[in-house]
């Protein structure tokens, strides 16, 4: 049984910073992408950033300049570096991992506000 938790979410004001981490029930190394997508009030569930298995990381136009994804292997853990946030960026964000097989997992989400 796969495992995701999310964690590092929290009320931040503009321009402020969050890093934002899952943990994973084993290695990482086994799903095909890892990453994170986000749902804010009202829309729909979209793409953050994510790994490829070749490691290749795949942002958003919006994201990019702004949000690093990043891993650690060895504590099985994805990480999302929030920079220069933005009201708009308030957001349920959502820990996913896809293996070989297509199937998808996900984290219960944490709750990132971004309000002044």
């Known amino acids: 049984q796969v495992q995701l938790v999310e964690s590092g979410g929290g009320l931040v004001q503009p321009g402020g910073s969050l890093r934002l981490s899952c943990a994973a029930s084993g290695s990482i190394d086994r799903f095909y992408t890892m990453g994170w997508y986000r749902q804010a009030p009202g829309k729909e569930r979209e793409l953050v950033a994510r790994f490829r298995s070749s490691g290749f990381a795949q942002y958003v136009d919006s994201m990019k300049g702004r949000f690093t994804i990043s891993r650690d292997n060895a504590k099985n853990t994805v990480y999302l570096q929030m920079s220069s946030l933005k009201p708009e960026d308030t957001a349920v964000y959502y820990c996913?991992?896809?293996?070989?097989?297509?199937?998808?997992?996900w984290g219960q989400g944490t709750q990132v506000t971004v309000s002044s």
């Open positions: 996913n991992a896809r293996n070989a097989m297509n199937d998808d997992y």
